[in-house]
């Protein structure tokens, strides 16, 4: 776990978070999906959301309770200091999402975007998934996504995990019910592309 952390507190220390390759100027398809199936009053976390702007887009949007998670601290000061004041209606947690203490049946949004495709240990998947059925509500949405089959094999240095849309979902199982998927092709700020896949689930 050490060493998982160290990893991702070098990239943010070493690389303007505008440069790395997932950065988005605005999460335009994470925002629509949870505007889509999420009033403001709604409780959403943010799994890996680190230095993102998703945080910025909610919170302009009018949602107020919003929490951020990520492995690296360096990233969430990021989104601190960028929200200024506002950072203080945000709860913020420098976690290992796999074995953070999160509280039972709190949100009605869990969103991931490119964190589960870096737990390449099934193990890991299992305690990811065992999180969100502690964490999120019957009947709360989730989020995912993740690098699709026409994705890298590595990011950061690190493998990945690619996925269709049905062994995307079949990672959650039964107690998730599939309500769509979608298809993203992202560009890099160095010019190249990334296949993502959305699934957007309901918690049984």
């Known amino acids: 776990m050490v060493d998982r952390r160290q990893h991702w507190e070098k990239v943010y220390s070493s690389k303007a978070t505008d440069q790395v ?3 988005q100027p605005h999460a335009a398809s994470s925002l629509r999906l949870i505007a889509d199936c999420a009033g403001t009053d709604a409780h959403i976390i943010d799994v890996g959301g680190g230095a993102s702007v998703l945080v910025d887009d909610l919170l302009d949007t009018g949602y107020r ?3 951020v998670l990520d492995l690296a601290e360096s990233a969430l000061a990021v989104s601190r200091a960028r929200l200024g004041a506002r950072a203080q209606s945000v ?3 420098a976690a290992d ?5 999160l509280p039972a049946a709190r949100y009605d949004v869990w969103h991931d975007r490119a964190v589960f495709h870096f737990l ?3 193990a890991d998947r299992a305690r990811y998934v ?3 059925l502690k964490s999120v ?6 989020i995912i996504a993740a690098f699709g089959p026409g994705g890298p094999l590595q990011c950061s240095g690190l493998d990945v995990v690619r996925y269709a849309p049905d062994a995307l979902h079949a990672e959650f199982g039964a107690r998730f019910r599939l309500i769509g998927h979608e298809t993203e092709i992202h560009r890099t700020p160095a010019g190249g592309e990334q296949e993502f896949v959305y699934c957007y689930c309901r918690r049984a």
């Open 120 to 122: 390449t240990d099934p």
């Open 21 to 23: 390759s997932w950065f």
């Open 65 to 67: 309770n919003l929490t």
């Open 97 to 101: 999402v796999t074995r953070a203490d």
């Open 130 to 132: 065992d999180q969100v």
């Open 137 to 142: 509500k019957p009947g709360g949405r989730v």
């Open 91 to 93: 709860q913020w947690i």
